[in-house]
Nanobody, 126 residues
Framework: QVQLVESGGGLVQAGGSVRLSCAASGGTFINGAMAWFRQAPGKEREFVSAVWRRAGNTYYGDSIRGRFTMSRDNAKNAVHLQMNSVKPEDTAVYYC???????????????????WGQGTQVTVSS
């Protein structure tokens, strides 16, 4: 049974940094993809970043590009999201997602991912 467990959320001031982690158990996704999505109150779930397949190519959403960095730790079956220069509009619940059959054209699509974590809240104060 696959489980994704996020950690590292919390309250951070605008301009600061926070690091999220997601540990996967019960499966590996080295040939698929792992991703971060976020959802703010009253808004749709938004793609943040993804790391795809063995090559580890990373992809980012437009609103966070240049500020957030996603990395993968294959030995620990985990991914991380380093969030720098955070803004109040980054406030959301951040979800880790994983999928074993994600194709490149779908890395930014939530429906492509089979497994989801419970989410971790990130709140950015101004």
């Amino acid at each position: 049974q696959v489980q994704l467990v996020e950690s590292g959320g919390g309250l951070v001031q605008a301009g600061g940094s926070v690091r999220l982690s997601c540990a996967a158990s019960g499966g590996t996704f080295i040939n698929g993809a792992m991703a971060w999505f976020r959802q703010a109150p009253g808004k749709e779930r938004e793609f943040v970043s993804a790391v795809w397949r063995r090559a580890g190519n990373t992809y980012y959403g437009d609103s966070i590009r240049g500020r957030f960095t996603m990395s993968r730790d294959n030995a620990k079956n985990a991914v991380h999201l380093q969030m720098n220069s955070v803004k109040p509009e980054d406030t959301a619940v951040y979800y880790c997602a994983a999928g074993s059959g994600v194709i490149l054209s779908s890395v930014r699509t939530a429906a492509a991912y089979n497994y989801w974590g419970q989410g971790t809240q990130v709140t950015v104060s101004s």
